[in-house]
């Protein structure tokens, strides 16, 4: 018995050791010294991310609570490190920076600051002695929820700048300034971290085809509402990247680095990328010392064998990415591309990647760059001091924009100006350039006598001639086009108002005090749809006058345009007329919209108020489809607007699940670029003949010409047909070269269209990413909007498609049975930023149902 007691507990033990065995095997991953350079010393009071995480970097993909977690330990710990916050995420989620010096550094570290940022004012950066002042260094990471690799390899570059002894890490710490974002992008990265730890096994599992390595739709690469944050630099439309750049320019950097990741199959890439592919506003010795940066790349990675490229494959030309936008500012931007596992384990054509490869290529691209940045300490604060030193010697002395009939634009366009630290005047008095007025209160002017006039002419410019025909991103972001606001060239001598010290909201008023018998707003303001539906929601029935009337009004007449919105009253609505005007007065002062109180129906001129003209506006319930098949980013740009700008809830709902639902409760169904195959035809051809409004965008609009939902028809693209034969190596570069990555073009607007109300030109500028063109429609009544002759603003295309372009459809509205269908070839909520036409997109979901309806005069509502 005791025998038998005695055999079977030592098989136990066996067993469990067995069992641990097995369990570490599986388990296994790299130790410290994979990660980390030997022969030197670390101070053991600041714990190593596995000792304060209990898993090594690598074995799991971090939570972003773990991260802050350990992030917080070590600035409490060490005296090398301070730690704030910048902001939080749309999911509340902290974005922090850490400062990393010498601890001499950091008592006096707003004393570095405010003498660092004075390189970048001329009138100050003279007197300054760079011999002793450190270089700043901003490390960013993993600005891509599902690019791992970076964020997890700032655990590592954080532990060893808190944790590592010797001269050379002393070095380092008291002659530079290291700011570390370690989490971009916090909720995309959350997302995608619980989506492959969720799906991780104990044995890993290498195969593409697994589900660990294939995220659900939308993916972790975006934030909560779908953005590439990586787009967002220059017009910072979102918190996360409005507080990153607030910290930005307190520090001017004199180096950014931008960690990310790219297909599994490749190597490890680092700038200077393509040389003919770099903005021509940046300085030749930014390449340079781009390349020079490359060196020190170079030997990092050759010490530890790890494949790479450089000056292929990526550029530097659009201002708004995270690795270009610094390279307009003096600072030296540097994008780092890893071939990226997209889990834990994945086979590639470089044999079998795991996490913590890519986790330790990013930290030795990390310390590489933390050894350039010393060796060229006064190289790069120079540079930078003659960056800013330099003046502008453009024909164009100045812009000037203003004087819109909708002043929320103009007030977000000073916004984003004023938050990059550019001088923006008041008009000193009426001035008139190129034809165009511009009034003293209602226009501002941007000289380019700053220092930041590289980036004002990169922010105002329009392009058309380009060195090299192919773009990683966009080739046009004039920012008067895409906010849709006058503006100018100013190139002979001028004189400025005051410089703004501030940028109040421009608050709207009611005019005329308080009406028994009804307000009408106009539809100019960007937020007036906010309003409207505001209103609607708390029961007030609004009317659209689809003809221009004259009102009176307080102090004399007003000339009311297509699109003014009625709050009608009517013998049938009880209205308290006090609760309303404090209720207006709120909306006034939140939206910028003017209220105009009217005491008679009668007008002088125009249709009366009441008037068949002024037609009943249904309440808008949409719905949008979303899931596999759907460009989430697009998706994302329409859910963003209507959530945060409008206040107006949208159902997102995947294709099967539409396929299956009732969408008779629905006014507008929203299809944004993707593939609709699975789409039930027949039940949207029903839902539109009873009434429904359906708006189809860019990609999207393939599906319902095919299907027969919209007269449009899409022009057959023409293919390479040259008779002699051309050279194989070229191939991809002309079909890359046929693409339309980003362009601004004209087209001539109807403001007598339902969707062309609030507008007051007859011309819009429009952005364009894709190879769709209509063909003319035979009704000359159904294309509000239509290309130009000459359509082209700023931006590439081939000639071959600006011929296909010219004079063809941008949007078709059209009847089918008692609903709509409203196809738009351009995406007119590109990446928040295209302020100028949202209200085109506005107005199809508000006034889409009032498109070609039937003889009015009379006829019951």
Known sequence: MNKDFTLLNSLKRVTAFLLFMLSANLFAQVSDSYYLPSNISYNSKIPTPQQYLGFQVGEWHIQHEQLLGYLKKVAEVSDRVKIEEYGRTYENRQLLLLTISSPKNLANIEQIKTQHHQLTEPDKSAGLDTRNMPSVVWMGYSVHGNEPSGTNASLLAVYYLAAAQGPEIDSILNETVILVDPRINPDGGERFSGWVNANRGMNLVSDPNNRELNEAWPGGRTNHYWFDLNRDWLYTQHPESKGRIKKYHEWKPNILTDHHEMGSSSSFFFQPGIPTRTHPLTPKKNFELTEKFGKFQAAGLDKIGSLYFTKEGYDDFYYGKGSTFPDVQGTIGILFEQASSRGHLQESANGNITFPFTIRNQFVATLSTLRASKSMRQELLDYQRNFYQEKSTDAVKAYVFGNSNDKVKVWEMVNILRQHEISVYDLAKDESYDGKSFKKGMSFIVPLNQAQH???????????????????????????????????????????GDKLTKNDFPKGKIIGGKSSYGYVFEWDSYFAPRTA?????????????????????????????????????????????????????????????????????????????????????????????????????????????????????????????????????????????????????????????????????????????????????????????????????????????????????????????????????NTLSVFRDNRIFLEKIKDPYNAPLIYTGDPLVSGYITSQNLKLLKNSPSVVATSLGAGKVIVMTDNPNFRAFWYGTNKLFLNALFFGSQILGGIRGGEED
């Open 454 to 496: 590289r980036l004002i002419r990169g922010i105002f410019e329009k392009r058309t001639v380009f060195e090299d025909s192919l773009f990683y991103d966009i080739s046009a972001w004039s920012m008067p086009h895409c906010f849709n606001v006058p503006y100018a060239e100013v190139k002979t001598p001028f004189t400025t």
């Open 533 to 761: 539906y505001e209103l609607q929601k708390k029961g007030y029935r609004l009317k659209v006058a689809t003809e221009p009337f004259t009102g009176v009004v307080e102090n004399g007449l007003h000339n009311f345009d297509y699109g003014t919105i009625e709050i009608a009253f009517g013998a049938n609505q009880q209205v308290n007329f006090d609760q309303l005007h404090t209720l207006l007065q709120t909306l006034a002062e939140r939206d910028g919209v003017d209220f105009y109180a009217v005491q008679t129906g009668l007008t002088p001129n125009g249709i009366d108020l009441g008037s068949s003209y002024f037609s009943t506006m249904k309440m808008p319930k949409a719905l949008m489809l979303t899931g596999t098949g759907v460009n989430s980013n697009d998706a994302g740009e329409i859910w963003h607007l209507l959530d945060t700008r409008v206040n107006l809830p949208v159902t997102m709902a995947d294709i099967q699940q539409v396929n299956r639902i009732n969408l008779d409760k629905y006014t507008t169904l929203i299809l944004s670029s993707g593939e609709y195959a699975a789409l039930n035809e027949d039940k949207i051809r029903r839902w539109v003949q009873a009434g429904g409004v359906l708006i189809a965008m860019t990609d999207a609009v393939e599906w319902v010409t095919t299907k027969g939902l919209s007269p449009a028809k899409i022009k057959a693209l023409p293919g390479d047909t040259a008779s002699s034969p051309k050279p194989y190596a070229l191939a991809e570069r002309y079909k890359g070269a046929q693409q339309i990555g980003g362009a601004i073009f004209q087209v001539k607007l109807d403001p007598t269209h339902p969707l062309g109300y609030g507008y007051k030109e």
